[in-house]
């Protein structure tokens, strides 16, 4: 058997990764330090944790999942993300957001990572590692 080339391992056509708008204030943010990367290796990105579990949706730090997926969908190099429904009228209402997406302005990005600067912690408990 040959050898592989060292050249040819670890390439990737996607990777999973979670970004909110809260990632922003993460002290090693996904969106800052993921992303480049994957652009540079041209590497696709499928985003997950958008609404990190509807966290985001309480206390009025988002408003909706028109805020959430619109932030995620809106970063430079998402190609797509993947939401978890739980009930097919959730998910009828994700499809409809997703069917709807237009790019956010950096005023709205901006205003986003306002309202999720004080709450990043309670967004990105999933990102927890020991």
């Known amino acids: 058997m040959g050898e592989t080339p060292k050249t040819a391992l670890h390439r990737f056509d996607t990777t999973l990764i979670s970004l909110n708008g809260a990632d922003v204030d993460h002290p090693r943010p996904f969106a800052k330090t993921v992303l ?6 041209n590497v696709g990105v499928v985003a997950m944790k958008v609404p990190a579990y509807g966290k985001l949706f309480k206390n009025g730090v988002l408003d909706g999942m028109e805020q959430a997926m619109g932030y995620v969908l809106s970063l430079e ?20 957001v997703a069917q709807a997406f237009q790019s956010l302005s950096s005023e709205q990005m901006t205003a986003i990572e306002a309202r999720t600067a004080s709450a990043w912690q309670d967004n990105t408990f999933f990102r927890k590692w020991t």
């Open 36 to 41: 480049p990367v994957a652009r540079e290796k």
């Open 77 to 96: 190099g998402v190609h797509c993300c993947i939401i978890a429904a739980e009930s097919v009228k959730q998910l009828e209402s994700n499809f409809k």
